[in-house]
């Protein structure tokens, strides 16, 4: 038939020599080749995984670790002092009375929000006395809730940071630079990597000006140290907030976030590692954010104030600032 193709013998043995000399010569080369996209380019994402989770939580464990430490209730009962321009613009001594206890407050209500922040980073634990099984999950977890958490403009620990620099620029003005060192307010801009750092300096400078007016006409610095009180009182509010935001992040939020689904991994990861809200509420595991035997860090955390805190001037910054966020 004109219409069929015909293969004769010296066609068909070009296509056996052509076979074999595939056989002999490409297959060899798919077993490397299987061996780089199966084995070794997924390895080294795991391996690149690990790194930001290891450094997230150790970061997380130093630096929140290190400013606990530094405002601890001992350092700001001993060392908190009225500055001489607020004393001038608010003397009396029953309302400094009043400002200090306000600034306690919301110092315990800005560390409750710093632990808060350490127990959810514990569970993301890797590495040390973790066990190395959780491993796979608490990676996927982390980087499913990266940009959540840290992204420089909406993160969640970026907002809390930036809030917290605000009200260590408020304090500066009531403690003035001393003070201000003293009380551990003073690293936070160091340990945060500069985050909120301008708006600190737009609240310390706005504010300075107010209270020296204020100075200059004691007679009319009722209502302007009464807002000084009152805003006390809203970052003490503020902070408890973020306190219970975090902690609904860990229990609900993260528990919403899935995979496409892959041979060895689960599809909603970071629902082995967190407890869920109701299981928070009964404490189940104790105060732990974690599911039990989830949680990791303890080596870090048991270090006292000067192991942690030169710890934490050398470990990995936690935020590559490109924005500032908005208020």
Known sequence: MPNDIMIGPFSQNILAVSSAISAQVLMPLMVPFSLLSYVVMPWFKY????????????????????????????????????????????????????????????????????????????????????????????????????????????????????????????????????????????????????????????????????????????????????????????FEALFQAFTRSIKLFASKRTAEMWRTPTIGAKIYPCRAIFQSFEEMQAKTNGASFCKPGKEGGLEIRRLDELRICSAAYGSNALWSVTSTPSL
């Open 47 to 234: 391996v690149k995984d690990l790194t930001h989770t290891m450094d997230f939580w150790t970061s997380m464990e130093k630096r929140f670790g290190c400013l606990k430490h530094k405002m601890n209730d001992r350092v700001w009962t001993e060392k908190f002092q009225i500055s001489p321009t607020f004393n001038s613009a608010c003397p009396d001594l029953k309302y400094q009375a009043q400002v200090q206890k306000a600034a306690m407050a919301t110092r315990l209500a800005l560390t409750g929000a710093f632990d808060a922040a350490l127990q959810m980073s514990s569970c993301y634990a890797v590495g040390g006395s973790t066990e190395a099984s959780d491993q796979t999950d608490k990676n996927e977890c982390f980087r499913m809730s990266q940009a959540t958490l840290l992204d420089p403009e909406h993160g969640l620990l970026s907002q809390f940071v930036f809030r917290a620099q605000l009200f260590a620029g408020y304090m500066h003005v009531v403690v003035g630079d001393t003070g201000f060192n003293d009380l551990g307010l003073g690293l936070m801009n160091t340990l945060f990597d500069n985050l909120g750092l301008d708006a600190r300096n737009r609240m310390m400078e706005a504010l300075e000006v107010t209270v020296k007016q204020m100075a200059d006409s004691p007679l009319d610095n009722l209502s302007g140290c009464g807002g000084i009180l009152l805003g006390l009182a809203q």
